[in-house]
Nanobody, 116 residues
Framework: QVQLVESGGGLVQAGGSLRLSCAAS????????MGWYRRAPGKQRDMVAQ???????RYADAVQGRFTISRDNAKNTMYLQMNSLKPEDTAVYYC??????????WGQGTQVTVSS
């Protein structure tokens, strides 16, 4: 089990950019997969981007080409660079770290609001 804390959210105009950070209490190198999820008002929590232990990344169709997930193992931190933001990106963004058969941890979330 690891503890996660998100930061970097805020209010931004459509077309702008934000960079979210997820700081882990322990090493993230052992995590099978880490990812960013988001929950918009009236919607379920959906996967936005994932990065595997190997470094392979995956993105939801809605953010493909606009968002970039990355990690810094030395700093035990994961990032989500969000460009060309749209109002529909407005949501609470959550950091997740999972290690199969060991843990599945979530942060408290950080609010991202995109104005039109």
């Amino acid at each position: 089990q690891v503890q996660l804390v998100e930061s970097g959210g805020g209010l931004v105009q459509a077309g702008g950019s934000l960079r979210l950070s997820c700081a882990a209490s322990g090493s993230i190198q052992s995590s099978t997969v880490m990812g960013w999820y988001r929950r918009a008002p009236g919607k379920q929590r959906d996967m936005v981007a994932q990065i595997e232990r190997t470094g392979i990344t995956r993105y939801a169709d809605a953010v493909q080409g606009r968002f970039t997930i990355s990690r810094d193992n030395a700093k035990n931190t994961m990032y989500l660079q969000m460009n060309s933001l749209k109002p529909e990106d407005t949501a609470v963004y959550y950091c997740n770290a999972k290690r199969t058969w060991v843990y599945d941890s979530w942060g408290q979330g950080t609010q991202v609001t995109v104005s039109s």
